[in-house]
Each structure stands twice: as C-alpha cells, then as structure tokens.
C-alpha cells in the first residue's frame, strides 16, 4: 500500500507497530496526542486529537489503511475516555467514509468481556460484559465498527488484544498473553486477506491455557505461533498465587473489576 495511518503511534503498541511495519507501506503515517519521534525515512509524523474531528478528517486522507491503537487504553475519567475514545472512533469512521473507507484494524480490548470468569470459554458471539468505562468505550467502538460495515460496508478487524508483552507479567496473563511477533504477524493478516468483512479476533498468542475461543482468526489466515507456557515456571516462581477469590484469580479482566470509576 501507499500510506498505512498508525494512530497511537507514542504509545508501546505503537512504538512497536513503527519499528516493525515499514515494509506493508511506502510511508507510515504516525498520529498521537503525546510527543513522538521526528520522522524517520518514509515516515510522516502527524500529532493529533482524536476529539477534534476536522484534524482526523485531514489525518485519514490519502490513507490506504489504518492502524488504530489511538485512545484511552486504561480506566481513567469519563471526560478522558468520552473524547478518545467514544468521540474520536466516530470522527475516525467518519473520515474513513469520506476517504474512500480505506481498511481498520481496530484494537478493541478483552476488557469488553472482562466480568467473565477464568473458568468459561468464551467465542466472539458470547455478549460483552465490560469491566469498567474503558471496556464500555471499546463496547461502543465495536459497535460502531459493525454498524459501518452494515451500512456502508466498512471493513474493520476488531481485535480484543489480550495483553501484549515481551513475557507475561503475572500468573492471568499466562492466557491473556499476545506475543510482540504474533501481534505483528496478526496485523500483516489483517491487511493482506483479500476480503476481511467484519470480524471479531482475539488478539492472544496459541497459550496452552485458553479463556477464548480463537476459530475467527483462522479465517483471516492467522496462526499464532509463541505460547505463554514458556514462561509459566518464571511466573509462579515471582510471586505467591493470589487468593481464589480474588479478582485476578475469578475474573478474566482481573484488577480491571476492581478498578473506581475515575473522576479526575
């Protein structure tokens, strides 16, 4: 493709995404609200609101994909989480259909489905039960994902990224974990298959311990290939397993459930 529109380009994902994806486009296009790196060869650095709708109508254009990682990506105020995330996916939607509808991966969240417990297997058809604003917000955007490939016939990967590490961190990521690999390799899927629609992906690597079902990835040719389990003995050796009932140990989005709503 010509030009690949990262949003949330300061961000880890983000980061990761520049470093990796220059061979899918001639120029990246990298967006943040944050401070970024000055462009590199075949880059083009482009701060922005996603809350200011005339400056992601100027960002999307010329734009042959987009890679969204842009918004709130943890609890925080609702005023925070309204204006990345709820405002600025329909500014994103709406300068996509005025641009010609150029291709989404949509980084939703697990946080969608977060009050779920450890011991249910979840498919992408199960109803969302969000853990807090956050999961609403990603609720919403894909909602409006669908809503666009309905009316309109937008296409949008929306990925229910689990959590995207060098390693797993604690013993609930042992099947929430997405390797920084197979988080490339998903995103080089999502791109390339000829025709995407409007899936639901969960976005894990192939973990022995599973909490989701992943047949929806098939379909777009992905293949996980890293596995949490590597880490499991260097996990259980840190710390102390915590308490079977809390949440880390009986949700599948752990201290998320437990998380205030934010008012400042």
Request: overall charge negative; aromatic content about 8%; charged content about 25%.
């Amino acid at each position: 493709m010509k030009r690949l529109l990262i949003t949330g380009a300061a961000g880890n994902l983000g980061k990761l995404a520049r470093a990796r994806l220059g061979h899918m486009a001639d120029v990246l296009r990298l967006s943040d609200i944050s401070d970024m790196e000055p462009a590199g060869a075949n880059e083009e650095v482009v701060p922005c609101d996603l809350g200011d709708e005339a400056a992601v109508y100027d960002l999307v254009k010329d734009c042959d994909a987009i890679l969204h990682l842009g918004g709130v990506s943890v609890e925080r105020s609702w005023d925070l989480i309204q204006r990345g995330n709820i405002t600025g996916v329909y500014n994103l939607y709406e300068a996509a259909r005025a641009h010609g509808m150029p291709r989404i991966f949509f980084a939703t969240s697990n946080h969608t489905i977060g009050y779920y417990r450890q011991d249910q297997v979840l498919s992408v058809s199960d109803p969302v039960k969000p853990d807090g604003l956050y999961g609403v917000s990603k609720c919403f955007g894909e909602a409006m994902a669908s809503m666009y490939h309905s009316k309109f016939g937008q296409e949008t990967a929306m990925i229910r990224i689990g959590s995207c590490f060098e390693k797993p961190r604690d013993r609930r990521m042992l099947a929430t974990w997405m390797s920084p690999d197979d988080f490339i390799s998903l995103i080089e899927c999502v791109f390339r298959v000829p025709m995407l629609g409007c899936p639901v992906i969960w976005g894990v690597s192939d973990n022995d311990l599973r909490w989701w079902d992943t047949e929806t990835a098939k379909l777009i040719g992905w293949r996980p290939k890293d596995n949490s389990e590597t880490f499991r003995a260097e996990i259980e050796a840190a710390a102390p397993c915590p308490p079977a009932d809390a949440p880390q140990s009986v949700y599948q989005g752990g201290m998320f459930t437990a998380e205030p709503i934010h008012k400042d």
